[in-house]
Nanobody, 116 residues
Framework: QVQLVESGGGLMQPGGSLRLSCAAS????????MGWYRQAPGKQRELVAV???????NYADAVKGRFTISRDTAKNTVYLQMNSLKPEDTAVYYC??????????WGQGTQVTVSS
């Protein structure tokens, strides 16, 4: 019954910024961990950033200092603010949530393309 709806992807020039949103159809307090993954053409899906229910965060080395993961409990939404974008950031980005119950869910994916 849980649905994750992603938005905010698109085309951006190198050095620009985008903010991805993932709205969950469940109270965010049911969620133990939320994360963003990405998959570029011909490559494995990789972890980008995660945030726990306690607010701790972790980032892939490739995005540290440029991306920020955050959440809005009132809107049941997790965000990924992406600054200083590089062409290597081009990928389909997927939202993922893990509930305290042990169940996990994926968003539909949103395309991010960084090109001049």
């Amino acid at each position: 019954q849980v649905q994750l709806v992603e938005s905010g992807g698109g085309l951006m020039q190198p050095g620009g910024s985008l903010r991805l949103s993932c709205a969950a159809s469940i109270n965010i307090f049911s969620i133990q961990v939320m994360g963003w993954y990405r998959q570029a053409p011909g490559k494995q899906r990789e972890l980008v950033a995660v945030i726990s229910s306690g607010g701790s965060t972790n980032y892939a080395d490739a995005v540290k200092g440029r991306f920020t993961i955050s959440r809005d409990t009132a809107k049941n939404t997790v965000y990924l603010q992406m600054n200083s974008l590089k062409p290597e950031d081009t990928a389909v980005y997927y939202c993922n949530v893990g509930l305290y119950s042990g169940y996990g869910y994926w968003g539909q994916g949103t395309q991010v393309t960084v090109s001049s």
